[in-house]
């Protein structure tokens, strides 16, 4: 595999249902991000974590809780969603450098279509 | 606070037609980044181009150019004979320099373009 992968690029879930996404980068990058794309928004920041830590919670709802176990892999699980939750999950990564001075580009992986009946 | 501005919705041309995709940003750092995205139907988002603002000079990839005028916050990109693998969603984005915390990228909210045969 290389670059971002994300499972499953599909998921139909009910709102009572608990599920999990998967992203894994294979770019050995520090930084990984989780993103939401809905019609008619721009693409909405959701959680950042750097070398393994949650730096960023743009005020999400806890019904999406994020977990990164290692800077490869990065997990939002869901549960109790709402239809209006129904959108792209993009996850990224990036390198970070030390002195957080540079931005790098960030590389996407091909997202997860989420429906919520 | 950071903004993008992409005016232009959707744009629709003839194969082999030039094309330009307009970006307006706002910032009040002197330090910052800029990036194309594009994201084709299938849905991942495929970096195009990193400009940092000490760095004005255009830039040209085959048939891409981007035009960075700082005079005028915008970083326009064309596409020269144009073809219709180019349709898809492209995404202006902007990042601040990180202090000390992590970088956070603020996208436009696209513009697509559509190429006809």
């Known amino acids: 595999e290389t670059g971002v992968t994300q499972t499953p690029r599909h998921l139909v879930m009910g709102m009572t249902n608990k599920k999990s996404l998967k992203c894994e980068q294979h770019l050995g990058h520090n930084a990984m991000y989780w993103y939401k794309q809905s019609a008619k928004k721009p693409l909405e920041l959701m959680f950042v974590?750097?070398?393994?830590?949650?730096?960023e919670n743009n005020s999400v709802p806890s019904r999406f809780s994020p977990e990164c176990p290692n800077s490869s892999h990065l997990f939002l699980h869901l549960h109790t969603l709402q239809p209006e939750d129904s959108a792209l999950y993009l996850c990224?990564?990036?390198?970070?450098?030390?002195?957080?001075?540079?931005?790098?580009?960030?590389?996407f992986g091909p997202g997860t279509r989420l429906t919520v009946t | 606070a950071q903004k993008v501005t992409q005016a232009q919705t959707e744009i629709s041309v003839v194969e082999k037609e030039d094309v330009t995709l307009d970006c307006v940003y706002e910032t009040r750092d002197t330090t910052y980044y800029l990036f194309w995205y594009k994201q084709p139907p299938s849905g991942e988002l495929v970096f195009l181009i990193r400009?940092?603002?000490?760095?004005?000079q255009n830039e040209i990839s085959g048939r891409y150019s981007w035009n960075f005028q700082k005079s005028t916050s915008s970083f326009n990109f064309t596409i020269t004979a144009s073809q219709v693998v180019d349709s898809a969603v492209y995404f202006c984005a902007l990042s601040e320099s990180p202090k000390g915390g992590s970088e956070k990228l603020v996208f436009g909210k696209g513009t697509k373009l559509t190429v006809n045969p």
């Open positions: 990224a990564s990036s390198q970070v450098p030390p002195s957080g001075q540079v931005v790098y580009e960030q590389y």
């Open positions: 974590y750097n070398f393994k830590e949650q730096t």
């Open positions: 400009r940092n603002s000490f760095d004005e």
